[in-house]
């Protein structure tokens, strides 16, 4: 059973992003705008925080992923070479999640069984302030129960989750855009898992473009 808590919700701001982050180093869960969706995310190495959104989302399989600041934090946490790094540089900051093996500790709720994470850098300017402020890396799953649509405004974030997390950030209604796309890099291997904003088409192509460099 998941205790109840007080949800608050605030305006994102630079008051509010402090807030939050603060929120987030307590091991407390936040709702945020993105780019694409509202998230809803924790310290990505905090397990307790990390199985605590598992429990909120309902969700019992699969891995959450983690948004970053930089390419240079991505290549921190993961194997963000290669093919990663063509994917990266040519589509970051925006709505492609790139997954490679992990280089970091991260928890089972991150990684999974085959020790992969999910990576991406989001094209929203408050996004990463708080992103910053938490450390450079944040758990960026969708503000939603697992199955049901994502969530593009505050409101039905509040109403999803009141109670079960600490703070919402309010940053208006964002637009019915795809969510991000997936792909899955394993050396020369590209695996696209889930084709969202960026089509398949441009994937092949930016990888293409490397090849005849």
Known sequence: MIAKTLTRLLRIGSESIREAAATIFKGGLVVYPTDTVYGLGCHP?????????????????????????????????????????????????????IVVSSRAEFPPAIVGTDRMVGLRIPGRKDTLDLISMCGGSLVGTSANISGAPSTTRAEEA???????????????????????????????????????????????????AKVEH
């Open 45 to 97: 190495f905090d397990k307790e925080a990390v199985n605590k959104v598992s429990d909120v989302k309902r969700r019992s399989k699969g891995n959450f992923p983690v948004l970053v600041g930089s390419i240079e934090k991505a290549k921190e946490l993961g194997e963000v070479d290669g093919n990663a790094e063509t994917l990266a540089l040519r589509f970051w900051p925006g709505p492609l999640t």
């Open 158 to 208: 509040l109403k999803t989750f009141e109670g079960k997390v600490d703070l919402v950030l309010d940053g208006g209604s964002l637009s019915k855009s795809p969510e991000s796309t997936v792909v899955r890099v394993a050396g020369n291997h590209v695996d696209i898992l889930r084709e969202g904003a960026i089509s398949r088409q441009e994937i092949v192509m930016a990888l293409k």
